[in-house]
Structure formats: C-alpha cells, structure tokens
C-alpha cells in the first residue's frame, strides 16, 4: 500500500469512526428514552438494563453501518476538495480510479464485516437482549422458547410442542400437547395438525388424543376439532417475523423449507433471507454511488454538500428498497430481486455517474 492509499484510508476510516459513532449515539438515546421508562414499570435494575443496551450494540452498528459509510466517503472526498488535494494528484497524473480504490476496498471489508456481524453475531445477542427483557427486566420467565423450527411451551400441567408458527394466520403445525402429573409422568397426549388462535383460544384440528392411564392401554379417540385453554398468547411465540432481521441466514431457510413442506407460502422468509445476504453489501454500493456524486460537486458545497447528498441518498435507497422488498414479502417479485433490486439499481446509477465524471 503506497503513502497515497494509506493517507486516503486513514481519512476515509476516520470519518467513518466519527460518522459511526454518532449515529449509533443518536440509536442508543432513541432507544433509551423509548425503552427506560417500560423497563423502570416493570422493576427492572440499573444492571440488567445497561447489559441489556450493552447486547444491543451489534443491532445498533448493523444498522446504521450503511449510512454511515455512505457519509464518511461524501466527507473524505468533500474534505480532499476542499484543501485542492484532488486536483493536485489530479496533477500528478493519478486517475479517479486510483483515487477511490482504497475507499472502494474498505467499503467491500466493511460489507464482508457487516455479513459475519449479521449472521454470526447478531441472533446470539438478539437473544441475549430477548433474555433479559423477558426474564430479568419483565418476570415473565422463559417459558416459551424457539430454536430454529420448534417451539416450546409449558402451562401448568401441559406442555405444547409444535413444529412451526405461520404468523400470518396465527396458525400452529405439527401440535403435540402432553398432559403430564406432579412428579412430569404422562397422563395423556393430544396430536394435532394444526392449531389457530381465536379470541384467546387455540383450536386444535384433526386431532387424536391418547389417554395413557386406562388399565388396558390406550385406544385413540379422534376428533375434528377440541378448543384448548392454553395461556399462550400469539405476541409470546418468538417466531420468525418482525425480527427476522435478527436471526440468521440458515434459520431463516430453514424455516421458509418447513413452511413450504407444510403448504404455505414462503416468500416472506425468503425474502428476508436473501435480504440478510444484501444488505451488507449495500456498503460498497454506497461507496461506489458516494464517489462520482462527490467529485461532481467536489467545487460547488463541500462538506455541508456532503451531509446533505449523504441524506438524500440514504433516503432514496430507503424508499426502494422498502418498495421492492414489500412485493417480494408479497409474492410479486421473487425473493432475489426483490433483496437484491435496490443494490443494482444503485450500482447502475453510481456505474453511469462514474463514466460522465471528467476523468
């Protein structure tokens, strides 16, 4: 790496840390005037909060990651206009090209960072945070619990197993229902094949119920449908769906194959799933989209130009982005483009703005 990549790099990073740090600050106070006073109602302790937003930073630096390098590379090349450092290597002959690799390169390790904190370390501390909010922070206990296809839940004298939870139509697949005594011996089993909340009550459907305590076996009674007391609600089930942002890549797949194996449409998950692999790579597009804007306005903003491409930029891609991957939540487009739409699009665009830069 010459003098000239190194000096570049370092700006560039430098603004990002800055950039970064700022919005992450901006995240945590909106989070915590949000979230302090529902954690103080429900007794929660100075401890078990502050761990709480400590498991939160990996979420916090995942999203605003994007913009943030979006406007560290407006800045860097606003603040090297500014000082005529572009024009004099210009000067010397070095092309924009040679000028935007090192930016270019740290933005494709940023995206590659941003994949390995979504899919590694991301669901363990959205599950730390769950945790906490729920047990510590709430009393609730922990006793309902999901790992990747199956779900838990203990009432009493019942516990509920089930395969998996379509949200849209409140419904549970593969139910098993056991009844068990004080000392957790099996008193009878419920097998159905589907469950559906309605006005706070599950209605099993196709059922066969097996009662273990006659004295000459059990023989199994089907029925088409039983109403079941269950205290558990719809919002307990830790599914996947408001916060499949946060679970990773191979959960998401494998719950969108048993959703599929069960007959129900997947494209929501898929969609999100392939969106957990494009957006990180956002990143380099801004980079790549950030470069020729700035070096077209390079003589007539600076970095105030800078701060308010970095907006409207950021908020363009927001809007797409939302746009596509509603019709591919939908069905309409498929789950490919409709995550990866917004990254070409705006690749194309930076790509055009690039060739119409005087070189």
């Not at 606003?78 to 000067?91: F, P, V």
């Not at 979504?118 to 006793?143: C, F, M, N, W």
């Not at 409140?170 to 159905?192: F, K």
């Amino acid at each position: 790496m010459s003098i000239l990549d190194r000096y570049i790099a370092q700006t560039w990073l430098r603004l990002l840390m800055l950039c970064l740090g700022g919005f992450v600050a901006l995240y945590l106070v909106i989070d915590l005037i949000e979230k302090i006073p529902r954690f103080l109602r429900a007794g929660g302790v100075a401890g078990d909060i502050l761990e709480y937003f400590i498991w939160k930073f990996p979420e916090m630096i995942g999203r605003t990651a994007t913009f943030s390098i979006l406007m560290a590379t407006l800045l860097t090349l606003a603040t090297l206009s500014r000082d005529s450092e572009i024009i004099a290597m210009r000067g010397c002959g070095i092309s924009l090209f040679r000028i935007s690799l090192p930016m270019l390169t740290l933005g494709f390790v940023a995206s590659i960072l941003l994949l390995v904190n979504a899919e590694l370390v991301l669901p363990h501390s959205y599950a730390r945070t769950e945790l906490i909010d729920r047990v510590k922070i709430k009393k609730k206990g922990d006793q309902v619990t999901f790992k990747r296809n199956n779900i838990w839940f203990r009432s009493n004298s019942m516990i509920l197993q089930a395969r998996l939870f379509e949200p849209k139509t409140r419904t549970l697949s593969g139910v098993v229902i056991w009844s068990v005594d004080e000392a957790m011996n099996p008193i009878s089993r419920i097998d159905a094949k589907t469950a559906v909340y309605k006005e706070g009550r599950w209605l099993l459907n196709s059922t066969v119920q097996k009662n273990f305590q006659t004295a000459t076996g059990f023989a199994p009674q089907l029925a088409q449908t039983i109403e079941l007391d269950l205290k558990l609600k719809v919002e307990d089930l830790q599914v996947l769906d408001s916060d499949a942002d946060n679970m990773s890549i191979r959960t998401l797949k494998e719950y969108a194959d048993n959703l599929k194996r069960g007959g129900y449409q997947a494209y929501r998950y898929l969609t999100m799933m392939h969106t957990k692999i494009a957006t990180p790579f956002a990143a380099v597009i801004m980079v790549l989209l950030g470069i020729p804007f700035a070096l077209r306005n390079s003589r007539s903003g600076g970095i105030a130009m800078g701060i308010g491409a970095s907006i409207g930029i950021g908020f363009a891609y927001f809007i797409v982005n939302a746009v596509l991957l509603s019709y591919g939540r939908s069905g309409v487009l498929t789950p490919v483009v409709a995550a990866w739409g917004s990254n070409f699009l705006f690749m194309i665009g930076g790509i055009w703005m690039s060739m119409t830069v005087k070189g």
